[in-house]
């Protein structure tokens, strides 16, 4: 889980523009950052919290830790009054109704987030989805960024945010569910016909390994150091996910044309899941724009610092 540390360190020197003083509040999978910026758009301080688990109270939980995490900025930041917020969060969520439409991970539909914690904490709260909030900041924050762009964040599911001339699109908290996209690949089993979270998630990833050599990993990290270690099951995994997101990353060339393609998640640090996407895309390319491939500049810290930046452009 993303620490404190990291956090300050990651935001040490940005700024999300003048603009109310806000509390920004990421849900992740597993952990939620919260961070408060003050009029001048700097972090002031941050914290963190484990992400309720998934049951039929998660969203109750969720709107709880939210309220506690801004009483606790009131308590010790009492002279950086909380006149906005923003939460991002995963699954299908519409912006434009601050509404959570679905979440797998964390078990709720239809639920007005907005609503209920703009009730909950008195000031208006933003709403809208983790990825797409990466790539906001991504988009907004990284030096000759194009106006037409694409991030893809790699972890337990695989999401993707895209700018269209400068524009990110939502369609409702539907676009950019691009893990469902069907790839065809070969592999060591055979060829592989399905959705993309299937075979190059993080979570597939290291399910694939485990299945395939019979070693048991907690995730893709561990994968990726076995093919650095000369494990061979372990390269031919990691390649076959690699090969999968060019294929993936054709479609999105061939649908929305981004001149470059931002990848975020912890597999994001390895250059051969870069290099590897590069070369995997180009064979598939005929006479379509060759995007550049790059890696996420904010990590972790890309959607809190989207979800401050959401209170800049109400």
């Not at 990291?6 to 999300?16: K, M, N, P, Y």
């Not at 078990?107 to 000031?123: C, K, M, Y």
């Not at 299937?198 to 395939?212: C, F």
């Amino acid at each position: 889980m993303t620490t404190r540390a990291e956090i300050l360190r990651v935001a040490d020197g940005r700024s999300l523009g003048p603009g109310p003083i806000a509390l920004a509040v990421d849900v992740g999978g597993t952990g939620m950052k919260a961070a408060l910026f003050d009029a001048d758009g700097r972090l002031v301080e941050a914290m963190t919290a484990p992400t309720p688990e998934c049951t039929d109270s998660a969203a109750r939980e969720i709107v709880d830790l939210v309220a506690d995490l801004h009483a606790e900025f009131a308590r010790t930041q009492p002279e950086h009054r909380v006149a906005e917020a923003a939460v991002v969060l995963p699954g299908i969520v519409d912006e434009a109704t601050g509404t959570g439409v679905f979440s797998a991970n964390l078990g709720w539909r239809n639920v007005a987030f907005s609503q209920v914690l703009t009730d909950r904490l008195g000031v208006p709260v933003a709403v809208s989805h983790d990825v797409r909030s990466a790539g906001r900041a991504e988009f907004a924050l990284t030096e000759g960024m194009p106006e037409n762009a694409a991030m893809v964040t790699i972890g337990t599911g695989i999401a993707a945010a895209v700018m269209v001339e400068g524009r990110l699109i939502s369609a409702g908290g539907y676009a950019g569910e691009v893990g469902f996209s069907e790839v065809s690949v070969d592999t060591a089993e055979g060829p592989f016909r399905g959705p993309i979270e299937h075979i190059a998630s993080a979570a597939a990833i290291a399910r694939r390994y485990s299945t395939r050599s019979g070693t048991a990993v907690s995730g893709s990290l561990d994968v990726l150091a076995a093919m650095h270690e000369g494990d061979r099951i372990a390269a031919a995994v990691f390649a076959e996910a690699v090969d999968a997101l060019g294929a993936m990353c054709a479609q999105l060339v061939a649908v929305v044309a981004p001149e470059a393609i931002v990848f975020g998640g912890g597999l994001s640090s390895a250059d051969e899941l870069l290099d590897g996407v590069d070369s995997a895309l180009r064979s598939r390319l005929d006479f379509h724009r060759a995007p550049r491939i790059r890696r996420a500049s904010l990590g972790p810290v890309a959607g809190l610092i989207g979800a401050g930046l959401l209170t800049r452009h109400r």
